[in-house]
């Protein structure tokens, strides 16, 4: 039996993002390390929030960096598994410039029996001045040994 490949963030992230919500929102791969991963949400005038505010909505920026946490995660794992969300905290530091592509950068620092860690940030091309920080914490789903109740 052969070993499963590693994972690829590069390879998964056109088939991940082409559909559902971040299809939707035309997310893109821009690059990856080891434990991180950093994907591009290009500016569209329709992903705006206030009217007659030319800023990027919140909520395509969360969805921006929970999709580059889970890739971060699996790229740490060099798998993919089933994971889900339980936490993700953003504070937001100022509002996108306009017209500018947003790139979200998401590390997996740390990996336990059942939960990983992520840290990470949203700039729109400059790293030391970002839009948000996030961190999060994500519940791994099934891969694990199953143990039996007392009694059942």
């Known amino acids: 039996m052969s070993e499963p490949a ?17 299809g939707f929102l035309g997310m ?6 080891d434990d991180w991963v950093e994907l591009e949400l290009p500016w569209r005038e329709d992903l705006l929030g206030d009217e007659g505010q ?3 909505a ?12 889970g890739l ?7 798998k993919f598994q ?10 937001y530091v100022r509002p996108a410039r306009e017209g500018a592509a947003v790139f979200g950068r998401s590390q997996c620092y740390r990996i336990t029996r059942s939960a990983a860690f992520v840290r990470g940030l949203a700039h729109d091309g400059d790293v030391d001045d970002p839009v948000a920080h ?6 791994k789903i099934g891969g694990g040994p199953k143990r039996e109740l007392p009694g059942g």
């Open 134 to 139: 996030i961190q999060a914490v994500f519940m």
């Open 82 to 91: 089933a994971i889900a969300t339980l936490d993700l905290r953003v504070d």
């Open 6 to 22: 590693a994972f690829d963030p590069k390879t998964a992230t056109p088939f991940l993002t082409s559909r559902g919500h971040p």
């Open 72 to 78: 971060a995660i699996w790229k740490a794992m060099d």
């Open 54 to 56: 030319h800023v990027l």
């Open 58 to 69: 919140s909520g395509p920026i969360l969805s921006l960096m929970d999709m580059a946490s």
């Open 28 to 33: 893109r791969y821009a690059d990856h390390g």
